[in-house]
């Protein structure tokens, strides 16, 4: 290869793989006294040394005698090539040790320092982290219900939820599920098993839900507590100081701690059904399709593209639209739909006729309760002639068979809130009662809580992280804002 062979070196001394320190060493006959070496220097030691008036930094990969030197010398492999002097690990011939070309540097140790970038830095002083300001919520036992309406009590700095410790994701989730509404209430009552869930539940009611519908706020150290318990039962590891993502946080919630039955059915083409509780919308790109598609419109599509259905009406639907980031970036913006429209999508509901596979326009119960045919609905879909041709059997004549028209058709649901990602954190966008109208003489008072014009109502919006008092040692300061619908 055009390298110089390499040879046996009786001359080197090469230090054995552990850390081992190591004491001045004389070339034989050198009877003068070496320069002052900095012996805590080892193999794999971070070192500078200074060749021509530059600075150059590497590892100390090995410490010997090299021919015809006085003192103890060091090899070096370089953060960055230098030629001349730099090669491979060889010295005239022989392999001391390997690195890339051109980045190993041949010196005595007493040049070497130790790398001044790595320098210990002073100790910082123990910052106190379980200080959260002066402001504490209250624990408060029983069932408190969502407010009829919004109140100046809940709008401003200090309200809502207050964040620690990248618990935005935690904080934006629980104010959409609790704050304003009662539809998830049935996960604060209904049983639950073990000894901690028990607990997780309990803190959630009355340190958590209870506090922000009476008093309109929730300090970070009952949030803490809940984080700490919620870190003992669950198998997701970093819930109590990592970032996380709302949907861990569902799926921890609804199958770890409340081992809730999942809310949403779906139908494919293939007449299988699903159980989910989280509707994640997962779609390509559509060049043809708007830059700023509403959520109607992506739902949509993805059942379309999925061939998918509602095998039941909703209650509760909790929506994933596809990702607006840095790295999952599929829309420049995506709108939410203050209204859903599902009739369509459930307009499959009761798939296709069961004997010809034809658009059914019938359905009967009775052959389903019967269990003469193995139907996966509540009732039998048929279209009109093959309903007329089972139905002329002796033992179904006494069946009344039923319209299969969708009962669902014109169903709609309504917005109830928004989480997205704003300045870096999670915050909530909240559908929340509107006040009631002011009288004339009222109008000009501080309030500024009035609905838009035939309206019920209004928006908040919620940031558990909105400012900060104090530094390292400091609190996060939470912030509800009204905000034009």
């Known amino acids: 290869s055009g390298e110089p062979a390499e040879r046996e070196n009786s001359h080197r001394v090469e230090l054995p793989a552990t850390k081992a320190r190591y004491s001045p060493k004389l070339v034989p006959d050198t009877p003068e006294p070496p320069p002052e070496v900095d012996y805590s220097l080892e193999v794999g030691s971070m070192v500078q040394v200074s060749k021509s008036n530059v600075v150059h930094y590497g590892v100390l990969r ?31 011939g022989v392999r001391y040790f390997t690195c890339p070309p051109f980045r190993a540097l041949f010196c005595y140790l007493h040049d070497c320092s130790k790398d001044r970038r790595f320098e210990e830095l002073p100790v910082q002083p123990e910052v106190k982290t379980n200080y959260f300001g002066p402001k504490e919520s209250p624990v408060i036992e ?3 219900d969502p407010p009829k309406y919004i109140s100046p009590m809940y709008i401003g700095r200090s309200k809502g939820i207050q964040g620690n410790k990248n618990s935005c994701y935690l904080d934006a989730t629980l104010y959409a599920m609790f704050a304003f509404t009662n539809t998830m209430d049935y996960m604060l009552s209904s049983p639950v098993d073990g000894p901690v869930n028990q607990t997780i539940q309990k803190k959630l009611r009355e340190s958590v839900v209870n506090p922000l519908r009476e008093c309109g706020f929730v300090g970070a150290g009952h949030m803490k507590m809940l984080r700490d318990l919620l870190s003992k039962s669950s198998a997701l590891a970093g819930l109590q100081d990592e970032e996380k993502e709302p949907e861990e946080l569902l799926n921890v919630l609804f199958t770890e701690i409340f081992n809730i039955t999942p809310q949403l059915s779906f139908r494919d083409g293939a007449n299988e059904i699903s159980h989910v ?26 059942f379309v593209s999925q061939n998918l259905f509602f095998h039941t009406q909703p209650d509760l639907l909790l929506l994933q639209v596809p990702r607006s980031g840095k790295d999952f970036k599929l829309y420049d913006t995506v709108l939410p739909s203050t209204e859903l429209q599902l009739g369509g999508l459930c307009g499959g509901v009761w798939g296709s006729c069961y004997i010809c596979n034809k658009k059914p ?4 119960p009775q052959c389903y309760i019967n269990q003469e045919f193995k139907c996966k609905y509540s009732a039998v879909p048929y279209c009109e002639s093959c309903c007329a041709l089972v139905h002329s059997h002796p033992d179904r004549r006494d069946h009344v068979p039923e319209s299969a028209t969708n009962p669902t058709r014109g169903i709609r649901m309504v917005l109830s809130a928004v989480l997205c990602i704003h300045t870096s954190h999670y915050v909530t966008y909240c559908r929340v009662p509107a006040p009631p109208p002011l009288v004339p003489e009222e109008i000009a008072g501080p309030s500024s809580m009035t609905p838009t014009p035939h309206s019920p109502f209004c928006w908040v919006f919620f940031d558990s992280m909105a400012d900060r008092e104090g530094g390292m040692g400091g609190y996060n300061i939470q912030q509800v804002e009204e905000c034009p619908q």
């Open 62 to 92: 090995w410490i010997g005698h090299l021919p015809n030197k006085k003192y103890l010398c060091a090899g070096l492999e370089l953060e960055e090539e230098i030629s001349p002097p730099g090669n491979n690990g060889m010295y005239e």
């Open 361 to 364: 326009f019938m359905k009967c």
């Open 277 to 302: 509780n989280l509707c994640q919308i997962l779609l390509e790109r559509d060049p043809h399709s708007s830059t700023m598609p509403h959520t109607q419109d992506l739902l949509t599509r993805y």
């Open 142 to 144: 029983g069932k408190v």
